[in-house]
Structure formats: C-alpha cells, structure tokens
C-alpha cells in the first residue's frame, strides 16, 4: 500500500518568510510524528499527534515552528519568519496507534533551505 | 531521560566482510530499540526492532541485533557486506512511555562497502 508522502520535496525560500510542510500519513495510522534532521544536530524529535490532538509539544525548537492535524490525517507543519538554522530535513512518520505497534513509518522528508 | 550513542561515525568494510556497527543506549525503563537504515536523499527504513521478545533479533537483508541488558548495548551486525550495503544507520531507543514512543536517535553511523 502507499506510505507516508511529504511535499514538498525540497523548499528554498529567504529568511523571515512563512512556509508549510505536509505530511500525509499511511492509511488508518492514528499517530503521526515529526522529526528534524541537521547536520549539527543529527535527528531530534519536534511533536507528536494522537489523531488531531498534540499531547506533547515540547520538542518544537521555538515558538515560530507550529504544527496541525486535521481529520486525523494529514499534518502541516508551519515555519514562520523562518531563520537559516532552520535549514534542514523535516521527517515525518506514522504509526498505528501509540500503544497497539512502536513501529514508525517514515516519509522521504522535505528538504528545508533558508537563504 | 534516554540517550543513544553510535560509536564510530563512519564504518568502511570489505565486501563480503563481517558489518558490526555499535549501539549502546541509557534508559531507565525497559527499552523499545530500533535500527533505522537511510539511503541517499530517502526516509528512514526500518530494519529491525526489539521489544522484550527474543534478544536476538532478525531484521530485513540479513542483518540482526542482539539486546545485551548487561551491556546496555544493541549491536547491528551481518555476516557478509554487500555494495547495496552502503548507506547511513541509525540506532533508536523508545521508552514506550513517553510523548507516545518518541524516538530518540543516535548520532548515525555511516557504513562504506568497498569493492
């Protein structure tokens, strides 16, 4: 079956613009999760949804980086007045459910640039 | 709060030679692990995971993982390296606890297969 898709694939845009990342997760997966990977930092944990609740948004590096399910499917997650440490691959994956499977399923990543 | 460290940030082998790449992980509840393989410009890929089954574990193209609790370690390994081989490994813990099984990454370890 389809896996997790995420557009786009790469976004260049200047510092202090807005952007958008989405996130389509697999089929019937209730839990969705993003992940950040840099060269500086390797990959961290942003946030995660259980359906289109965010329990847990404290990996979100400041408060410009928000994120939102809707329809316990797909996920954006927004990058405002962005800055070039936020140059990096976003990560998505989802999983059946948090306590049913701790498998997680990944996207191929947007690749974020901030010239 | 867990931690994962991947010794050795970069593994070049022969082809056909042994692949042992080293995972020792920090978790103050029995851990979830996990061995995540990157190709070029690709998502994550699971390769194989641990969850308190069987401490030795047998995960896709031939490698496998055994869980040393006295160690704390979860070692990858494969008996003969294929070219196909090369790409960048990724260790992970989950305390299936917290943030809804969050993973929390090695640093990676990028494995070279010469010919």
């Known amino acids: 079956g389809a896996g997790v898709s995420q557009s786009p694939s790469n976004k260049v845009t200047e510092k202090g613009k807005d952007v958008e990342l989405r996130c389509d997760p697999i089929s019937g997966h209730t839990a969705l999760y993003w992940y950040r990977q840099s060269l500086g930092q390797g990959l961290e944990f942003l946030i995660y949804f259980q359906g289109n609740s965010a329990p847990d948004k404290s990996g979100l590096p400041s408060d410009r980086f928000s994120a939102e399910r809707t329809g316990g499917s797909v996920s954006t997650l927004t990058i405002q007045r962005t800055q070039q440490e936020d140059s990096a691959v976003y990560l998505c994956?989802?999983?059946?459910?948090?306590?049913?499977?701790?498998?997680?399923?990944f996207g191929p990543g947007t690749r974020l640039t901030v010239t | 709060a867990q931690s994962v460290t991947q010794l050795g940030s970069h593994v070049s082998v022969s082809e056909g030679a042994l692949v042992l790449l080293r995972c020792n992980y920090s978790?103050?509840?029995?851990?979830?692990l996990f061995w995540y393989v990157q190709y070029p410009n690709q998502g994550l890929q699971l390769l194989l995971k641990y969850t308190s089954a069987a401490t030795l574990v047998k995960g896709i193209n031939g490698f496998e993982a055994e869980f040393k609790k006295s160690e704390t370690s979860f070692h990858l390994t494969k008996p003969s390296a294929h070219m196909s081989d090369a790409a960048e490994y990724f260790c992970?813990?989950?305390?299936?606890?917290?943030?809804?099984?969050?993973?929390?990454f090695g640093g990676g370890t990028r494995l070279m297969v010469k010919p």
């Open positions: 978790s103050s509840v029995p851990p979830y």
């Open positions: 992970a813990v989950s305390d299936g606890w917290n943030a809804g099984n969050m993973l929390t």
């Open positions: 994956a989802s999983s059946p459910g948090r306590t049913f499977s701790y498998e997680q399923y």
